[in-house]
């Protein structure tokens, strides 16, 4: 389990969000105005069972991002390569 504040979410946000594509970043921005916090899971928006993942690029950078278990399971199966994963508190 690990522990993040809303401030901790929404700096990873700022770092993560220029290796996403255009339209991620879009979406994502909409579902973090809809929830009022960054500290959600950045694809659906779910606040509960949410995981701090680490993953690696094609590019080979490493990338932050807050994901529900169901999304990240759906992009594990879509071939985001995670290295790491721990549960938010
Ligand atoms: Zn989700």
Known sequence: MVKISEIDAKSMWDNTKQDLP???????????????????????GNEKDIFLISSVMDNGKQMQAILCENCLM?????????VESEKIE
């Not at 879009?26 to 899971?41: D, P, Q, R, Y």
């Not at 759906?74 to 995670?82: A, H, K, S, Y």
Request: overall charge positive.
């Open 74 to 82: 759906i992009q594990e199966n879509t071939g985001l390569r995670v």
């Open 22 to 44: 255009a339209h991620q970043r879009i979406l994502s921005e909409i579902v973090f105005s809809n929830a009022g916090s960054h500290k959600v899971c950045w694809i659906c």
